[in-house]
């Protein structure tokens, strides 16, 4: 544990990466609890590999200093997140190039073994910290929603996507991957989009351009995710509805603000169609 130390490239709420080998990273979870999490997100990953999803490969499950954790492939290269940060300019082709990929993702039909992303959903909305009247909301348009067989990756943000050295797209963190409905993904990518936290330490007027960005962000990537593969603002609207009270189970407290106050405008305006 020692020599991974000064070799950590990354770290999360749950776990931390270590590069061990030039080709190779190490997901260490921070504690024992995380066993059965590890052994899922090691197995999900070895099922998308078979096949043939964008991912990095699999090569194991691993325990050190009893934490669980799993070996990867290292994707030297850079994440879309930092693309956008050295190039803020670029924020349209960019946005459109985030489309594209998440078109391909999502296009493929999802392995037969993957679970069901709408019972994962469920149970987050069940156990969302918000009044109860949002969740039985949250439930009944749930209910009322197609299930898809789609890939989904669950966590599509700019900073899982990376482009290797080859300028092909390679997908991390797949943990939430599910079968579902491709506007679920959309839908969930375009909250982090827009409520990620903001820097603590950023000046109002900084703040504020950084929202101003997000904006056009949003805007660029669905028009040209609806270019390629259609649907309406309402069915938008509506799993925007779901995942923003889903996420009220998990997200971080800086964003749960926004998300609770769109869960109230859509709750109190069931006729109207809101975008987040």
Not at 79 to 93: D, G, I, M, R, T
Not at 97 to 120: M, N, R
Not at 168 to 190: C, F, M, Q, R
Request: include cysteine; aromatic fraction near 8%; proline fraction near 4%.
């Amino acid at each position: 544990m020692a020599d991974l130390q000064g070799k950590k490239i990354g770290e999360g709420q749950e776990a931390e990466i270590f590069l061990i080998e030039n080709d190779k990273v190490v997901k260490l979870f921070k504690s024992d609890s995380y066993a059965e999490k590890s052994r899922r997100e090691s197995e999900l990953l070895s099922l998308l590999n078979a096949n043939k999803v964008s991912a990095p490969m699999m090569h194991g499950q691993i325990t050190m200093d009893a934490k669980p954790g799993y070996v990867m492939d290292y994707i030297p290269g850079y994440s879309l997140l930092a693309k956008l940060e050295a190039n803020p300019l670029q924020c349209n082709k960019i946005a459109r190039q985030f489309a594209d990929i998440h078109v391909k993702v999502s296009g493929t039909k999802a392995p037969d073994e993957l679970g069901e992303e709408i019972h994962s959903i469920k149970w987050c909305v069940e156990q969302s910290n918000v009044p109860q009247e949002y969740i039985d909301y949250g439930l009944r348009v749930l209910s009322s929603l197609p299930k898809g067989n789609d890939l989904c990756h669950g966590d599509y943000n700019l900073a899982n996507v990376l482009i290797n050295m080859d300028n092909e797209p390679v997908l991390i963190d797949w943990g939430g991957a599910g079968k579902g409905h491709y506007v679920s993904d959309v839908a969930n990518a375009t909250l982090m989009i827009m409520n990620s936290e903001l820097p603590p330490d950023a000046s109002r007027m900084t703040r504020n351009l950084i929202v101003f960005l997000r904006r056009i962000f949003e805007k660029q990537y669905l028009n040209r995710y609806k270019r390629l593969r259609s649907f309406s603002e309402k069915e938008l609207h509506d799993w925007q509805v779901v995942r923003a009270i889903a996420r009220m189970a998990y997200c971080v407290e800086g964003e749960k603000r926004n998300l609770l106050a769109f869960i109230d405008k859509c709750y109190k305006n069931p006729s109207r169609t809101f975008i987040f």
